[in-house]
């Protein structure tokens, strides 16, 4: 099973669309372990993007993710990390299929709406940053056996 740390970033939350993209990974068939609704700090949002530290985009990433409150949730499920960013769409979202988060809200790189992780080993790095693993539920869902083959 792989996890991927999914944020509704602040344009998502104020644009009023967090039950629309939340619901986007339930619909899909991925499994909610973790949700925390909260207000990124910049200490937390260096953490996130410390790979981006140095990016000519890094300071306007910084001051957009901590610009107002976010979703942070952990999804599970066989190749969850290639499920949720196939479901979230291409990084610039004007770029992004149809049908995807992106490409259904977005318009500005700046402005991409969702995170995932990018693979299962930063799954789990970043689910991290946000949870402890007590704070993540396991749980069987009534549904999994039409869900899971
Ligand atoms: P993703 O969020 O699709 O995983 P990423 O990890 O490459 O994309 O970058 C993290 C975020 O940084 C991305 O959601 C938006 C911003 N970003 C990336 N590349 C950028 C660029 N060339 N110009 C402006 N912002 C960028
Ligand atoms: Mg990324």
Do not use: C
Not at 39 to 55: C, D, I, N, P, W
């Amino acid at each position: 099973m792989e996890r991927t740390l999914i944020l509704v970033k602040p344009d998502g939350v104020q644009r009023g669309l967090m039950g629309e993209i939340i619901g986007r990974f339930e619909r899909r068939g991925l499994k909610l372990i973790g949700m925390k609704f909260l207000q990124m700090t910049k200490a937390l949002a260096e953490e996130h993007y410390a790979v981006h530290k140095g990016r000519p985009f890094y300071d306007a990433l910084v001051e957009y993710i901590t610009s107002g409150p976010i979703v942070a949730m952990v999804w599970e499920g066989n190749d969850a990390i290639a499920a949720a960013r196939s479901t979230i769409g291409a990084t610039k979202p004007s770029e992004a299929a149809p049908g995807s988060i992106r490409g259904e809200f977005g318009m500005e790189i700046g402005r991409n709406l969702v995170h995932g992780s990018d693979s299962p080993e930063n799954g789990l790095l970043e689910a991290a940053i946000y949870f402890s693993e007590e704070e993540l539920v396991s749980w069987s869902r009534a549904t999994d056996s039409w869900i899971i083959e």
